[in-house]
């Protein structure tokens, strides 16, 4: 069993940080270590994602009925970095796309009906094409509204009016953005 298996299943020492007492408990230091760095990087996975990567990948496999190797590619990910988030050796998705994907992914399988079959070749080659963006929640590609949605119509007047000499294209946007209603 590995030091992982036996930090997940709650094996003896899985909390011992002290080298005497992961000694005493049978556990070498490198083992206690490891366990440490393993609960700090499925703490931090859940502070940023909601929960441990590994379980929510697991439950995709699981829904889709896929290999960890084939969810990889659909992610945009390789396999071997999709294992390192899974086993908590890796922290973060570095890639937004990939990011992106995976919440679309997360989010299409919870709203499938209870026991309507998956196309999962399909949906993981759908999902791979997707390019998706991680903008600000209901963010328009109409920049006036963009920018109404960050600053107050006075806040934006004033911009354009400091801008106005050097950048007249963007104070002129400013000034649009300024004067429409929300």
């Not at 393993?38 to 931090?44: P, S």
Request: net charge positive; glycine share 8%; aromatic share 2%.
């Amino acid at each position: 069993m590995t030091v992982q298996e036996r930090v997940t299943r709650g094996g003896p020492a899985a909390e011992a940080d002290d080298p005497a007492e992961a000694a005493a408990a049978g556990v070498t230091a490198a083992e206690a270590a490891a366990r440490s760095t393993f609960a700090r990087n499925v703490a931090r996975q859940r502070e940023l994602y909601g929960e441990p990567l590994g379980d929510r990948i697991r439950r995709l496999q699981a829904a889709l009925g896929v290999s960890q190797a084939r969810l990889a590619e659909g992610l945009g990910l390789s396999t071997a970095m999709l294992s390192q988030l899974v086993s908590a050796r890796r922290v973060k998705i570095g890639d937004p796309g990939v990011l992106s994907r995976l919440t679309l992914l997360d989010r299409h399988v919870r709203r499938l009906p209870a026991g309507e079959p998956v196309r999962a070749g399909e949906l993981l080659a759908q999902l791979r094409q997707a390019r998706p963006h991680l903008g600000l929640p209901g963010a328009s590609s109409d920049p006036t509204e963009a920018l109404r949605a960050v600053a107050a119509p006075a806040q934006l007047a004033a911009a354009a009016s400091v801008l106005g000499p050097r950048f007249p294209a963007i104070a002129e946007l400013l000034r649009r953005a300024a004067a429409e209603r929300r």
